[in-house]
């Protein structure tokens, strides 16, 4: 918006009466805001009279007066074409009221002016866009054969593995439309027609997918499944391993605890009890994560192993840790005496060997992805890159703990006949507990709220991406985890106009550009040529993009999605 200014105005003499406006008071005037005038001031070219001695001109009868001309300088930029004004000086009055609607007479023109170029800056409109052939028969309700010979053209795909995508233009369908179906009213009616008739169709598919659910059950397939491959491989393989040792130790602790009254055998019963359970919990987000995605889920359940083992961790807090603990309390309060232990030492050693089996099994699975993912054993641990098997390295740590704890309590138990040192052992066993359970439910909670991959990682990505010689610089970079090593990518980036305008002529035929740029002979054929090239610099921009993203992901495997947002 401009400054206010000052409005010089300037009369010339009336050239037959010899007579001379000598001074006109200020008058404020509502012009516009968009010039930034707000007061104007008049300038004679004589000397000012003291202020009173005003008198207004006397004018002749049958005087002739030739009008004055006025002209306005100032920051207001009046259009060049407006003319200027003219005003008889019939009276002194009238001579100031038509200044005042000579000057509004011209900002009006200035405002009514059209914009350089001679049009007005759209900024909403549907004149050129596209729809799909999948949008125009869902949507506009057009048939294949509705389709058949209108223009169409060709697109680049959202999606930078597949060929372009065939379009048409949306002004186009929806005027085909409105003739196959007669008016909106009518199309409207259709679709929404069509969507309850859909909507049908859905809840007779779902009672349809139950059906063949209970077929599969009462005939199995014998093929293996994708699932059932998933399951039984890497992470998978060791839940299940583990799930077996743990309940099976569940059974033997629980029978032993029954024969001999320990606090202790009880605490590790119930540890293998909620192993199990929470591991099986495990089996199901495997089962989850491995899933495709959808329009529901369009980034897939990765993040389901993440959920299982937050669920499992609370679980072991809850019933392994509260119920040790619980026990173990009233073990000190009670203090009866134990029966024989002999048979509770066998079985926390066949204990101590699956337990420390699984977790050898466990640590070793850990130690192959570490190698793969060129991480350290601690960082996978404490990053929870693969939540399932760090659940089991976790537990079967604290029963591998607790099961050394336990013998040592019912050996000094044996030693001093006293129970307090077995009471004392489900109190430490149950803090074990407690202290893995928070930890998982740590490590598996920042996970799920999103937490960005190692610093260094994301250098090494930025760093190549900044090499490209299409790229000037990046901003807001984000890399998160999505769990089951999966990483989303993001950043802000600026292009280089210069290469990418190099990168287009590169690819097309310069010398025809520039018989084109020499045939151009006026305003609409340089228009013309310009909305030609434009349009395909911006092909080549996405292009680009598309490289960009592959080379990205062919370099770090562990990018699922690549989002590059141009600044």
């Known amino acids: 918006m401009a400054t206010p200014s000052r409005i010089l105005i300037s009369f010339s003499r009336f050239q037959e009466s010899g007579l001379t406006l000598r001074k006109l008071k200020a008058k404020h005037f509502p012009w516009n805001s968009k010039c930034g005038l707000r007061t104007c001031q008049v300038l004679l070219d004589k000397e000012k009279p003291p202020v009173g001695n005003e008198k207004e001109p006397e004018v002749s009868k049958g005087q002739v007066l030739k009008p004055i001309d006025l002209h306005v300088q100032g920051t207001g930029n009046l259009p060049n074409s407006a003319p200027p004004v003219q005003i008889i000086p019939d009276s002194f009055s009238a001579k100031k009221e038509k200044i005042v609607q000579g000057l509004e007479a011209q900002l009006q023109a200035q405002q009514q002016a059209p914009a350089p170029g001679g049009r007005k800056p759209r900024y909403m409109s549907l004149d050129r866009n596209f729809v799909t052939p999948l949008r125009a028969m869902s949507e506009f309700l057009l048939t294949p054969k509705n389709l058949e010979g209108m223009r169409k053209t060709l697109r680049r795909s959202a999606h930078a593995d597949e060929p372009p995508i065939t379009v048409y233009w949306r002004k186009d369908v929806e005027a085909k439309a409105l003739e196959v179906w007669g008016s909106r009213e009518v199309l409207d009616s259709e679709r929404h027609k069509r969507e309850r008739e859909t909507a049908e169709l859905q809840e007779a598919s779902f009672e349809l997918r139950k059906i063949m659910k209970q077929y599969r059950k009462t005939y199995p397939d014998n093929e293996k499944t994708t ?84 669920v499992s961790g609370v679980g072991i807090f809850c019933v392994g840790a509260g119920l040790s603990l619980y026990h173990g309390i009233i073990g000190l309060l009670t203090l009866a005496p134990l029966e024989s232990l002999y048979y509770a030492f066998f079985v926390l050693g066949g204990s101590l060997v699956s337990e420390g089996a699984t977790l050898i099994m466990a640590v070793n699975s850990v130690r192959k992805r570490c190698r793969e993912l060129n991480v350290s054993f601690k960082d996978f641990i404490f990053r929870s890159v693969d939540p399932a098997i760090n659940v089991v390295i976790m537990e079967d740590s604290a029963a591998v ?119 151009i002979q006026n305003q609409e054929e340089l228009e013309t040529f310009m909305l030609k090239h434009g349009e395909a610099i911006v092909d080549t921009l996405g292009a680009e993009i598309d490289r960009i993203e592959q080379k990205l992901k062919k370099g770090h495997p562990e990018i699922r999605h690549c989002d590059l947002e141009i600044l």
């Open 227 to 310: 699932t059932l491959s998933n399951l039984l491989s890497g992470s998978g393989k060791i839940v299940i391993t583990a799930v077996a040792i743990n309940g099976t130790n569940f059974v033997i602790k629980l029978i032993a605890w029954i024969l001999t009254g320990s606090h202790c055998l009880f605490a590790e019963a119930i540890h293998s009890l909620a192993d199990t359970i929470n591991q099986l919990i495990l089996v199901y987000g495997i089962h989850k994560s491995t899933q495709s995605a959808n329009m529901v889920h369009p980034y897939g359940y990765a993040n389901m192993r993440h959920v299982a083992s937050l």
């Open 401 to 519: 703990a607790g099961v050394i704890v336990a013998g040592a309590c019912m050996g000094l138990t044996v030693m001093t006949g006293s129970a307090i040192p077995d009471a004392v052992g489900s109190l430490i066993i149950g803090g074990i507990l407690g202290g893995v359970a928070s930890f998982i439910i740590y490590t598996n909670g920042t996970a799920l709220v999103g937490r960005s991959i190692p610093r260094e990682s994301l250098n090494r990505i930025n760093n190549e991406l900044e090499q490209d010689v299409m790229i000037r610089a990046i901003h807001d970079v984000k890399g998160i985890d999505m769990g089951n090593s999966l990483v989303r990518y993001k950043a802000e980036v600026d292009f280089d106009g210069r290469e990418l305008t190099r990168a287009y002529l590169d690819k097309g035929n310069v010398l025809q550009m520039l018989e084109e740029v020499k045939a």
